[in-house]
């Protein structure tokens, strides 16, 4: 068989010469050809769906939480007396606990980053995995504290707790596209970044004393 560069079907080498290849094989080899093709191209298409659907979740979905945050609780109007104390529980035995931690792995970071410069471009890897990992716990503390039946009477303590980690995470985006910036870029994003901080701090602290202020005055007991 006499090899051919272009899409035609190679004729078939004899001790007479060429002579065309029978129609019928032709049509086989035809067909074999575009399965190939098909086949290609099925795959190319599998990878790019699941290539980009990884890639929206990643960018739209996985930090969805965060993004609502402080509209995304479910509020009790019917006053039901379990999930009050459930939530009060919850408040007191984990929640102001598990956020004061939060609160302090936040502002070391913020210190390494603008202050003492302990990350450098040379080792940005170490700066991008402490970043996910707190950008993980502000996430799934918010996911879990969003779950939680509010009581109509802490619905506005909660939203300003919830809330509060939406700017947190803003001031996290802020400070990381400040790290990739050049000098002049990056101080005026550290600045903002900073400032961003400081009203998540303030939104946060705010909402936990006028949840305080509920539970301690007993009206959740009443």
């Not at 004729?11 to 094989?25: D, K």
């Not at 050809?33 to 599998?46: D, H, N, P, Q, V």
């Not at 502000?138 to 919830?162: G, T």
């Not at 910036?181 to 400032?195: F, G, L, S, T, W």
Request: with cysteine; proline share 2%.
């Amino acid at each position: 068989m006499v090899r051919s560069d272009n899409n035609e079907i190679p004729a078939i080498q004899t001790q007479s010469g060429l002579h065309p290849q029978p129609v019928a094989r032709v049509a086989r080899l035809r067909r074999r050809r575009r399965a190939g093709e098909s086949f290609g191209g099925c795959l190319f298409m599998i990878a790019l769906v699941l290539g980009g659907s990884i890639w929206g979740y990643f960018k739209f979905f996985q930090n969805r939480a965060l993004i609502q945050a402080g509209h995304n609780h479910n509020v009790d109007k019917n006053h039901n007396r379990e999930a009050e104390l459930a939530y009060m529980h919850k408040l007191r035995d984990t929640h102001f606990g598990n956020m004061a931690r939060i609160r302090g792995d936040l502002s070391v970071f913020f210190n390494d980053v603008t202050v003492k410069k302990k990350y450098t471009m040379n080792d940005s890897g170490s700066f991008d995995q402490r970043y996910t990992e707190l950008v993980g716990e502000l996430r799934d503390h918010v996911e879990e504290f969003d779950q939680l039946l509010v009581p109509e009477l802490m619905n506005n303590a909660h939203a300003k707790i919830s809330h509060s980690h939406k700017t947190y995470y803003e001031s996290l985006l802020l400070l990381k596209k400040g790290f990739y910036e050049e000098k002049d870029d990056q101080k005026r994003d550290y600045k903002e970044a900073r400032k961003t901080f400081a009203a998540a701090w303030k939104e946060d602290l705010d909402g936990e004393a006028a949840a305080h202020a509920i539970l301690d005055s007993g009206a959740m007991n009443r």
